[in-house]
């Protein structure tokens, strides 16, 4: 059902951002360092909070304490395999072991004792990020990063201990280890060289991995090869660099079809295939990716033209996502990418309700039909928690206009909506200098009246809307073409000011002129994840209201446009709770 009103009134003007803090990716207070260290509270500390509003219902997330980065997600007789960085002594990051779950859909999971924790030399300060390898007999085994007693970063490897266990519980370390270190002939930066990739078989016969570094500015991803999975020689050149990107965290690197929207093995190559390389870049907490080709017998990695190899390149959310990793779903034929969604709350705020950090739903990936980007979209299981759907059919929304969706559980949804837009001539000029859409929907958010949008989503929203968080399109007219521009405003999200309300965006390829626009949100508590035009855009939000909690969370449709915006059809589902360790 829907409910019509007048509430423009209440959009109220937009918050100011801080320019630097809208082009640094982080909103005022910076909680988003992976490896800052908390000394004095590395150690238990249980939740003072009763209440648990922001804990999710079907995002993974373990019961308590930190979580940051998936490690080797893989598929092993028929079981989902996640590994994760996981602090199991508190709510912020330090005492780092791979905690371990196991699922049958990706969407319900059980847990297990931890899998990897610091034993050997090569890892008694830590066991950091990694990836699993499907080795020949159809073996995994895991490639991770340890830190060493002189605190070097260091490559180890550990295989399961019995292969008949579909669970892989125990995992048993080679007494080789460390595989790979940093050494004054080979020249690798002992502080920044970590996260091994999944490996991948050349046409020689031999395993290729790749791990993250930088020398001075130049990010880079160091190549290995070896013929055994123990003996690594590092090759002369890197498989790529790029000047003034600094360090590469969490590399990913992964072969993608371009004529069928399928996943491939990691080791594929050969014609219509083009292949990703993801970073994650540690000085700006963004990630970015480019689409090229690689030569397997020179072992060199060349991004397309337009392809942009820098912090402005294309990402696979353009909101709080970050350490992502993919893995080939060889049962489904898919490649499936997880990321971690760090929090926008306070250290304080944390400790407090005792954790820190959730993964986004897993989406599957492919490359999309102009060959130019990636396309994500949930994993199909995860619509097995839709209930009671509620349908707004054919609806106009004119100008000015907030229409209420009720009947569906608001902090817990699963929401899609489509729009069509007439009069596109009317469309507000684009301005070329705009190239940062953060910064443009930072000045025009959701209350900046334009012609063709703000149109969207008012999610997390309470009754009277004090708190809402907007997400939404405004359509320009560019020179030769429509641009479309996606955003997630936070600045209204809580009614508390110590969290991060950092307003994010994006620019969509998608022409209005001859498709609809699309949008489907997820809402999860305090995860607001968003796709737009099919998956081509995608934004993940953390937010935490005051009002807008339970019961009291409110879903609306908006328009603050002048031009009225045809909404064909609206599908909203409640979502039941996932069983999650």
Known sequence: MAKPSSLLHLLASVVTVLAISVLLGHG?????????????????????SVKQPYRTSYHFQPPKNWINDPNGPMIYK???????????????????????????????????????????????????????????????????????????QVQNLAVPK????????????????????????????ASSFRDPTTAWVGPDGRWRVIIGSKRNRRGMAILYRSKDFVRWTKAQHPLHSAKNTGMWECPDFFPVSAQVPVGLDTSINGPNVKH??????????????????????????????GSVDSDSGLRYDYGKYYASKTFFDS????????????????????????????????????????????????????????????????????????????????AQADVE????????????????????????????????????GPFGLLVMASKGLQEYTAVFFRIF????????????????????NSNDKTTYGAFLDVDPLHEKLSLRTLLDHSIVESFGGGGKSCITARV?????????????????????????KLSAWSMKKAKIN
């Open 28 to 48: 005022v207070i910076h909680v988003g360092a992976s490896h800052r260290v908390y000394r004095n509270l590395q150690t238990t500390v249980e939740s003072t």
């Open 78 to 152: 028929g079981i989902y395999h996640l590994f994760y960085q996981y602090n199991p002594k508190g709510a912020v990051w330090g005492n780092i072991v791979w905690a371990h779950s196991t699922s049958t859909d990706l969407v319900n999971w059980t847990p297990h004792v931890p899998a990897i924790f610091p034993s050997q030399e090569s890892d008694i300060n830590g066991c950091w990020s990694g990836s699993t390898t499907i080795l020949p007999g159809y073996k995994p085994a895991i490639l991770y990063t340890g830190i060493n007693p002189q605190n070097q």
């Open 477 to 496: 007219k560019g020179q030769n073409k429509y641009v479309v521009l996606m955003c997630s405003d936070q600045s209204r999200s809580s009614l508390k």
């Open 544 to 568: 935490y209201p005051v009002l807008a909690v339970e019961d009291g969370t409110h879903l609306h449709v908006f328009n603050n446009g002048t031009q009225s915006v045809g909404v064909p």
């Open 417 to 452: 909506v489509s729009f069509d837009v007439k009069e596109l001539e009317k469309a507000e000029v684009f301005d070329p200098r705009w190239t940062n859409p953060q910064m443009l929907c930072s000045q025009k958010g959701a209350s900046v009246k334009g012609s063709l």
């Open 276 to 305: 990703v390389l993801k970073v994650s870049l540690d000085d700006t907490k963004h990630e970015y990716y480019t689409i090229g080709t690689y030569n397997s017998i020179a072992d060199t990695y060349v991004p397309d033209n």
């Open 162 to 189: 019995n292969l008949s266990d579909p669970y892989l519980i125990e995992w048993v370390k080679s007494p080789h280890n460390p595989l790979m270190a940093p050494t004054a002939a080979n020249e690798v930066n």
């Open 331 to 410: 049962k489904n034929n898919r490649r499936i990418l997880l990321g971690w969604i760090n929090e926008s709350s306070s250290v304080d705020d944390d400790i407090k309700k005792g954790w820190s950090g959730v993964h986004a739903i897993p989406r599957t990936i492919w490359l999309d039909k102009s060959g130019k980007q990636l396309v994500q979209w949930p994993i199909l299981e995860l619509e097995k928690l839709r209930t009671n759907q509620v349908v707004l059919p054919n609806k106009l929304i004119k100008g000015g206009t907030v229409l209420e969706v009720s009947g569906v559980t608001a």
